[in-house]
């Protein structure tokens, strides 16, 4: 519940601005947490309250780095929260020169678990209640990404004011995914897992008293964030207690190499963060990297990320035996949930030097560390028909680390299913964002801005997505939208509804069977997911 705090004698920063907004008839939300007091803000013409920068687990330095999240410290006073927080320390994709997320004027931390709170309220800025929720799990190659890229007003806009939005931070990087023998001993692996988990058991806590329903909770991410969807459905063998989340959402799911904590390509990794920050002579060298400046990690984190393989990512979870117990393909959960999932079509164009010269064959064998010769030439035979040498490596990388890994997703689902792809030129990863965040703030490639504003698409996508979080059903109608019958997949029909337009530039939205020959390439993919990490 909202109440009016009174602090007889007190003047904070944050009491004298709910002063005066008070003043100028501007209401101040305040929301008690238990552990804290937290001020919002109201936006006027929407009546979307939101709570920026709410900390959901303690401040991961010193003796909490490399470690599981903990609960956050009791605080006295109201906390303001009309400011977005410190995103997680970034880094690039290989060959990158700088972060291309880092154009924001936010400070990057080590202390950065926080999330966003939008819902709908009356101009008082009380919440509506009993509203399903969406917890977005922002991408961005596990080593990348903020909440305050994304704004839930755009979601409950979408949603005719339908639904509770939450968004997310979690670890990034080295500090989020340090893998290794060290880290298992005394340490937590895939901690930016354990993050994610953490601060679906806050929403689990504390939606309620934002006018969300804890037990109407859907999961939604795009790129890493649907990687991460994948693995906390699969977190604790599929599991988790209390079950979190009824429905998920995963577009353009990535899944990169996930090896084995103990595996040599994780274990070199992390003797070389070792060597990085001058920790190689230490008798305990866990220890030497919590003592570390944060600096130092974040310079090795920015260049052992810029030195791997072309846009490719370094820092991704791992195999740890509790939380995630073996390959992510080997374990997908089996119809516990409602889920849709979304590919684009040329999923790998951003990942690929599109002026290398490299074959697909050579491509292949870089791309997968473990591949001999012998299997990248395999490789390169099952693509030959595909076309050019560059559509080749293109399809590669799209099939391989996106596409092929969403539909071993739905392959093993058996629940209620929905397979859609986005398809409007140039159909490339990202593409689909600003469809439903129109006010994405991130400055994405050309690639990737909206380059069709038809208001019947626009709307028939982004509410298809609102609609599943509301009921788990993009049928379900928020608006007249154009949106056609959209049957559920399954093995045998594999219907998908295609999300494209024609050279006209008219929506073209119907319903596609799911192409033999991509599967087949799948089924190619599926049986080298021991060398691949998948």
Known sequence: MFMRVQLPGIWTATAILATLRAQAGVPAPIVDLGYAQYQGSVNASTNVTSFFGIRYAAAPVGDLRFSAPQPPAN??????????????????????????????????????????????????????????????????????????????????????????????????????????????????????????????????????????????????????????????????????????????????????????????????????????????????????????????????????????????????????????????????????????????????????????????????????????????????????????????KNAIMGESIFTCSAYALINSFSGNLFKGEFAVPPGTHGADVSFYFPSFTIDVPAANKRVYNNTQFVDAFAQSFTAFVISQDPNMKISDTILPRWDGWDPVGRTEMLFNRTDAGIPDLRQITTSDALLERCQFWASLGQLTGH
């Not at 577009?251 to 990085?276: C, F, H």
């Not at 509790?322 to 393909?329: E, G, Y």
């Open 75 to 392: 605080v006295t006073g109201v906390q303001d929260a009309t400011t977005q927080p410190n995103e997680c320390f970034q880094a690039g994709s290989g060959v990158s020169a700088a972060n291309p997320l880092r154009t924001r004027a936010i400070d990057s931390s080590e202390d950065c678990l926080f999330l966003n709170v939008y819902y709908p309220s009356d101009a008082e800025g009380v919440p509506l209640e009993d509203l399903p929720v969406v917890v977005w799990i922002h991408g961005g190659g596990f080593v990348g990404g903020a909440a305050s890229q994304y704004r839930g007003s755009d979601l409950i806009a979408q949603s005719n004011r339908g639904l509770v939005a939450v968004m997310i931070q979690y670890r990034l990087g080295l500090f989020g995914f340090l893998p290794g023998t060290e880290v298992k001993k005394n340490g937590a692996l895939n901690a930016g897992l354990l993050d994610q988990d953490f601060a679906l058991r806050w929403v689990r806590e504390h939606i309620s008293k934002f006018g969300g329903d804890p037990s109407k909770v859907t999961i939604w991410g795009e790129s890493a964030g649907a990687g991460s969807v994948l693995l906390q459905m699969i977190a604790n063998n599929g599991n988790t207690e209390p079950q979190l989340f009824r429905g998920a959402i995963s577009s353009s799911n990535y899944l990169g190499s996930q090896y084995a904590y103990d595996d040599p390509i994780p274990e070199s990794l992390y003797s070389e963060v070792v060597a990085q920050t001058n920790c190689t002579g230490a008798a305990d060298s866990m220890a030497c990297l919590r003592a570390a400046d944060a600096g130092t990690l974040q310079t090795a984190n920015v260049g052992l990320n810029n030195a791997a393989f072309s846009h490719t990512f370094l820092f991704v979870p791992v195999v740890d035996g509790t939380f995630i117990t073996q390959r992510p393909l080997l374990s997908l959960a089996q119809g516990k949930k409602s889920l849709m999932v979304v590919t684009n079509a040329f999923e790998g164009t951003n990942f690929v030097n599109q002026t290398a010269t490299i074959n697909a064959t050579d491509y292949a064998f870089q791309l997968f560390p473990k591949f001999t010769e012998e299997q990248a030439h395999e490789v390169g035979e099952v693509y030959a028909p595909l076309g050019t040498q560059l559509f080749q």
